[in-house]
């Protein structure tokens, strides 16, 4: 059973290494792609943000956002497939950051392509958030191994 869960964590998490590594090459010296993908995003994103609850989101350079974002992936990718909870909790905050900025649905009319297109990725991030989310709950609803104490022998005098 613990090897079929390895080899669960490994091609869930394959998922996330992939994504990074593709990112990772394709980097440069300005972000890549996915940096020019990203920035437009999240200005509006920010604009959201401030128009609904006044809070003025600081300027981020894309280029950083794109590395912190491998790195998170990369490392919560490894972390996760060895088992830790740390990994997962990495994960869980890439996709609770990502998954709105990238995916905005929200900014499209129902009946345009790019709704569906955006909603059903966004679909897609959130059952991986909810996989997360219930690898974190089972890892805590077992219980740890209590080392047995050694019962005293009575002393015969």
């Given amino acids: 059973m613990a090897f079929v ?3 669960g964590r490994v091609l869930f998490a394959s ?3 992939l994504s990074a590594w593709q990112e990772f090459n394709e980097f440069g010296i300005d972000g890549g792609p996915a940096a020019k993908t990203f920035a437009p995003k999240f200005k509006v994103f920010s604009r959201h943000v401030s128009s609904h609850t006044g809070f003025q989101v600081p300027p981020v350079e894309m280029k950083h956002a794109v590395a912190a974002a491998i790195a998170v992936k990369g490392v919560g990718s490894l972390l996760f ?3 830790s909870s740390l990994g ?3 994960l ?6 990502v998954t709105p900025i990238l ?3 929200y900014n499209y009319d129902a009946d345009k ?6 909603f059903m990725k966004f679909t897609q991030n959130l059952s991986l958030f909810g996989a997360l989310l219930f690898f974190i709950g089972m890892k805590n609803s077992i219980p740890r191994r209590q080392l047995k104490k ?3 022998k009575s002393k015969i005098m």
């Fill in 5 to 7: 869960s390895f080899v």
């Fill in 15 to 17: 998922v996330f290494i």
């Fill in 81 to 83: 497939i060895f088992g």
């Fill in 88 to 90: 997962a909790y990495l």
């Fill in 92 to 97: 869980l905050v890439h996709q609770a950051i």
């Fill in 103 to 105: 995916y905005d649905f």
């Fill in 113 to 118: 392509k790019e709704f569906n297109q955006l």
């Fill in 150 to 152: 050694k019962p005293q």
